[in-house]
């Protein structure tokens, strides 16, 4: 099996965030892979991986790094592939650092980013990338956004339940 997501982060202190992302791509069958890659400690494997992906068959590429959060933007340099950036919260600045160095890339780099550990909406971009041109990952992915619709109304069901002397419903 090919991964076509490949999950990088800049550290394994980020999987307690990143392993959403895993745990969607998981249950909606989607073949990813997941390794820790540093922009700083490891630039020369972050450009290898970055130049190779595609090459390997990955088609979305989700990066989440904290502080100066480089790792998406120099996985974004090297690659013609799409990029999601999830800033990871962690420094004296709640994750804000990383969002903005995430967020403020240059013209011509691109990089989707999500919030501040956002891994699951990370995973729910990419799916929805792949769903474009993949029929059965696209009613997959309508299954699950249908049963997100469903726990809403079963919440709204057993507010009705909910007994206040002043509440009017």
């Known amino acids: 099996m090919t991964p076509v997501i490949s999950i990088i982060m800049g550290s394994t202190s980020d999987l307690p965030v990143m392993e959403k992302a895993a745990q969607l791509l998981d249950q909606l069958h989607v073949p990813f892979e ?6 700083h400690r490891t630039p020369e494997a972050v450009e290898a991986f970055a130049k190779q992906a595609k090459g390997r068959g990955v ?6 790094a904290g502080m100066a959060a480089a790792l998406p933007g120099v ?6 592939l799409p990029v999601i950036g999830v800033p990871i919260k962690g420094s004296a600045l ?26 699951m909406n ?15 990952l696209a009613e997959s992915l309508a299954a699950y956004k249908e049963g997100l619709k469903q726990k809403i109304v079963k919440a709204n069901e057993e507010l009705a339940g909910v007994k206040y002397a002043y509440k009017v419903n």
Request: charged share 5%; net charge negative.
């Open 34 to 39: 997941m390794n820790a890659l540093s922009a």
């Open 59 to 64: 088609k979305v590429v989700i990066a989440a």
């Open 75 to 80: 996985i974004a340099a090297n690659t013609t």
């Open 94 to 119: 709640d994750g804000v650092d990383a969002l903005y160095s995430i967020i403020q890339m240059p013209p011509g780099i691109p990089v989707a980013t999500v919030a501040i550990n956002g891994a």
């Open 122 to 136: 990370a995973a729910i971009l990419a799916v929805q990338m792949l769903a474009l041109s993949d029929t059965a």
